[in-house]
């Protein structure tokens, strides 16, 4: 079966509680049926203290049961999408614990059985939820070696642990197995003190790269998504779309859907759905609906938005300001003012969203690709009218998320026609439907202007970012006068300008933050005649950037000299640079180096070589680490060069990948990765840091090769023409 | 018009009285429970839906289950042997880490499998040429060249070989 716990059989076991808020603590003890079961009531206090929003429960965050054959199952709200947190929660647990990787089982978002999260976003599982799964799986191994103690009669520093068996150390015969010590007990623990938990030098599990947990029924097609669920009797529904946003529906006529053979007709408030045993026939009757409908006239479309959105944009917030902005400004040598832009990104994860939702005895089961399963189940309780503990939301694999899958609409209308048929239903989004209802990384403006002294050291930072939010935003760099504002962002003040939903993207914010950043960096090194890593070095004191910065330079090869090179690859219009660019996101420090061949004539741009220097504190899985640098590269490279929302209104125009067009295996570069040794630093985020610097890598490395500099992503080939044409006028 | 198609699906005869028009890739995945192949975008440019239908990879929901009629349809269940032994393309994809999310990977694998039964030792130039028209969102692409290369290199690709352990993408 699937590691999921999503059998198809397994949905109707009805001898779990039903908490009304994932697992409560009451809830939670009840389940010990045989065995030992820990959980966690410690949440990281810097939440607690710093966010407003609730992150954590405050009675339940993690837990583990250690069943009498000694079977190791880890639960948790954090679902498995393809960034690997299936397997480095279990090598959290099994490190500490002190059992192989392949004892434990992970059930992962399941709102009956796990504890409650808030859902599987900004790189937080390992940082955020890792603790607290530490901490349960040490108290377990604790409770464990107490226990040891008693039955072989020897104190508790005399004993060893290691795959599961206890034995005294220097006498490997004398032993007893966690299955052993877990038979016939019934003990639950809860964890409310700080763990000790084991340090880098002590690691076994952690700090490896084992064969993923989910890499089996990843390659044989054996792992279930949401859409793979099969019930009996359970029907496809089709749903009635708008034309655009905003539109209004004016004529309605579904006689002829209704005379179809078979088709169920479902219209209730604005649900207007078709549904049939099989799609083809529930797409030909949606086909076969008449409607009519009203659409509004057009504020604005993706070449006007950008003037649109300065205009409108919500008041700033400032986020950071230090220094007197005047007297750097008047100490500035040189003054660098410029203005970015970025359109709208697509998620455009492969699977679409999916659900099936299933009524049986009262209790409404909904499969979901979700990244947010209990955020989910409440909403969906709160819409179809039931108790939250009425609700089940089963995460199955998740075919991609990026922070797309985090509102969760498919689900909410799976469970509104479950309910209004009695039936189990599929609701399968199309590409097209997909992409209408994505809620899009927004389009966004940067202002800035910078400022450098005699010296060559920065002076003066004003930057102003619209729509994008502040993720990134905070300069690294030690200008002694810097203001950041932020005038609205992807989520709160500012979306209400936008035609359309818009959402965390991959590092939502800090890919047009840095891409702008790390530009002007360039900008402004260029006009000193100072190596782009020099200039870095020469203006920033935080270590850990220093530290990233110099080993990628020594790994890249990265020889001392001024942008731009123009070095001609040959005759022919192919000219090759260079470039660096450096962020940090969810704690992580990250620098990229690139070098590209531009084709002057066609305003191509081909990446060859990407090196991505990650600073992540403790590494839980190295191997994982760096599939998600590559995969940040390449998928960077999409927002870098083709992929803008074509837009009209609340009319989207791209709805497939005809015409909004992905990374694919021919753009690929040589990628190569490399992780600082830092085990000072608890493990930080990986899934976006080695994102946010594609635009201002590629960027900077067109600008060594051309001397053109690019203001606005993707750098399609008019806008590289343009830009060569404005750096070399004829 | 409801009528008897009759293919093999993973060597096994199979026989449905239903409308030759259906779409193959529903009918897989609807009353054939063979959901490890994906829909991704419903237009053939994506790949997630690959299948291989005497030989060839095809996109499945651009085929009509009329179209299969008398032919031997292969998909991501079909790979594995009985004893559950992995097709070397399937190992090659687990040792290297050619997958994320996964979604992707079963159209990626029947893909590479097609290409490597009609030409056994692909260059690389060849292997990106006809692995192109699969998408990965999550972009494994690196590791998923990697342990297609080794199968390539191993002279796999059909039943015969057995997989070579990784070593350019894992580590």
Redesign the interface.
């Known amino acids: 079966m699937s590691p999921l716990g999503t059998r198809r059989e397994d949905w109707t076991r009805s001898d779990r509680p039903a908490p009304s808020r994932g697992m409560t603590r009451r809830g939670f003890l009840g389940l010990v049926g045989g065995g030992i079961v820990v959980c966690v009531t410690l949440g990281p206090k810097e939440l607690f203290s710093q966010r407003r929003r609730r992150m954590y429960p405050d009675d339940v965050n993690a837990y583990l049961r250690i069943d009498e054959d000694g079977h190791v199952t880890v639960f948790s709200g954090k679902i498995e999408m393809g960034q690997g947190v299936m397997t480095s929660q279990a090598q959290m647990a099994a490190e500490e614990l002190g059992v192989a990787l392949d004892a434990i089982e992970m059930i992962l978002g399941d709102t009956d059985r796990c504890p409650w999260d808030m859902g599987t976003f900004g790189s937080l599982t390992t940082r955020m939820f890792g603790p607290a799964l530490r901490a349960a799986a040490a108290e377990a191994r604790t409770v464990l070696v107490q226990l040891a103690a008693e039955r072989l009669g020897v104190p508790e520093e005399r004993l060893v642990v290691r795959d599961g068996v206890v034995s005294v150390d220097g006498a490997p015969d004398r032993k007893v197995t966690y299955g052993e010590l877990a038979r016939g007990k019934k003990i639950a623990r809860l964890v409310d003190r700080e763990a000790v938990l084991h340090h880098v030098g002590e690691f076994e599990v952690m700090g490896r790269s084992p064969l993923r947990i989910d890499g089996h029924d990843k390659v044989t097609g054996a792992g279930l998504y949401a859409a793979d669920v099969h019930l009996p009797g359970m029907l496809r529904a089709q749903i009635l779309r708008p034309p655009a946003h905003g539109a209004k529906l004016t004529r309605l006529d579904t006689a002829a859907a209704r005379a179809m053979d078979g088709v169920t007709v479902v219209q209730e408030d604005d649900l207007v759905a078709v549904l049939h045993p099989d799609r083809e026939t529930a797409e030909k009757a949606l086909a076969a609906i008449d409607a009519t409908w009203d659409v509004p006239e057009p504020e604005f479309d993706s070449e006007t938005v950008f003037d649109y959105m300065v205009e409108h944009a919500p008041k700033p917030e400032t986020v950071e300001s230090r220094g007197d902005l005047a007297a750097g400004r008047s100490g500035a040598a040189r003054v660098f003012e410029s203005t970015f832009r970025k359109g709208y990104v697509a998620h455009a994860p492969m699977e679409p969203h999916a659900a099936v939702a299933a009524m049986k005895d009262g209790k409404l089961t909904v499969w979901a690709s979700t990244q947010t399963p209990f955020p989910t189940r409440d909403r969906i309780a709160t819409e179809v009218g039931l108790p939250a503990e009425k609700v089940r939301v089963i995460t199955p694999y998740v075919g991609g998320g990026f922070g797309g899958k985090s509102a969760g609409g498919q689900a909410l209308e799976a469970a509104r026609l479950a309910r209004a048929t009695g039936k189990p239903v599929q609701v399968f989004w199309s590409r097209a439907e997909e992409f209408f209802y994505d809620t899009f990384d927004p389009a966004c403006v940067v202002r800035l202007t910078s400022g450098v002294d005699e010296a060559g050291k920065m002076a003066l930072w004003d930057y102003d970012v619209y729509l994008a939010g502040d993720r990134g935003a905070n300069l690294f760099y030690d200008a002694p006068a810097a203001r950041v504002r932020s005038f609205g962002g992807w989520r709160g003040a500012g979306t209400e300008i936008h035609p359309f939903a818009v959402g965390p993207w991959r590092a939502p914010g800090a890919n047009m933050n840095v891409f702008a950043m790390e530009s002007q960096i360039d900008v402004m090194a260029a006009a000193l005649g100072a190596d782009p890593v020099a200039f870095r070095l020469d203006n920033t004191s935080d270590p850990r950037m220093r530290r990233v910065l110099r080993s990628a330079a020594e790994a890249f090869g990265w020889t001392h000299r001024a942008a731009p090179s123009k070095a001609a690859d040959g005759a022919g219009s192919i000219r090759k640079g260079r470039g660096v660019a450096c962020g940090i996101d969810a704690g992580t420090y990250a620098a990229l180096m690139a070098e590209v061949a531009v084709d002057t004539s066609k305003g191509s741009v081909r990446v060859e070589r990407v090196l991505a220097v990650q600073d992540m504190g403790i590494v839980v899985n190295p191997l994982g680490a760096e599939m998600q640098m590559e995969g940040c590269v390449t998928m960077g490279l999409g927002y870098v060069f083709s992929e803008e929302l074509r837009f009209r209104g609340g009319k989207i125009l791209d709805r497939n990948f005809g015409t909004y067009e992905l990374p694919r295996l021919s753009w690929l570069p040589r990628i190569e990765t490399l992780l600082i040794d830092n085990p000072d630093v608890d493990p930080q985020g990986g899934g976006e840091p080695a994102i946010v610097p594609m635009g201002a890598v590629v960027a900077n490395a067109v600008f060594d090769a051309t001397g053109a500099r690019l203001y606005q992503l993707p750098m399609t080939p008019k806008r590289v023409l343009a830009a060569l044409q404005e750096a070399q006028p004829a | 018009m409801k009528r008897s198609i009759r293919f093999r699906l993973n060597g096994r005869p199979t026989t449905l009285e239903t409308d030759g028009?259906?779409?193959l890739l529903?009918v897989l995945?609807?009353?054939l429970?063979?959901?490890?192949?994906?829909?991704?975008?419903?237009?053939g440019?994506?790949g997630?839906c690959t299948v291989v239908v005497d030989g060839e990879a095809v996109r499945s929901c651009q085929r009509s289950l009329g179209d299969v009629d008398g032919k031997e349809v292969v998909?991501?269940?079909g790979?594995?042997g009985d004893d559950g032994t992995?097709h070397p393309l399937?190992?090659a994809?687990?040792?290297h880490?050619g997958?994320?999310?996964?979604?992707?990977?079963?159209g990626m694998?029947m893909n590479a499998y097609a290409l490597l039964r009609e030409r056994p030792h692909p260059t690389r130039q060849q292997i990106?040429?006809a692995?192109?028209?699969?998408?990965?969102?999550?972009?494994?692409?690196?590791?998923?060249?990697a342990a297609i290369e080794e199968v390539a290199q191993g002279g796999a690709g059909s039943e015969a070989a057995p997989a070579t352990t990784g070593t350019g993408g894992?580590?």
Do not use: H
């Open positions: 028009d259906r779409t529903w995945r609807g009353e429970e063979a959901t490890g192949t994906k829909y991704g975008c419903g237009v440019l994506c997630s998909t991501i269940e790979l594995a992995l399937q190992q994809f687990l040792d880490g997958y994320q999310c996964g979604y992707c990977t079963p694998i990106l040429d692995m192109d028209g699969n998408l990965c969102r999550c972009s494994a692409y690196q590791r998923i060249v894992a580590r």
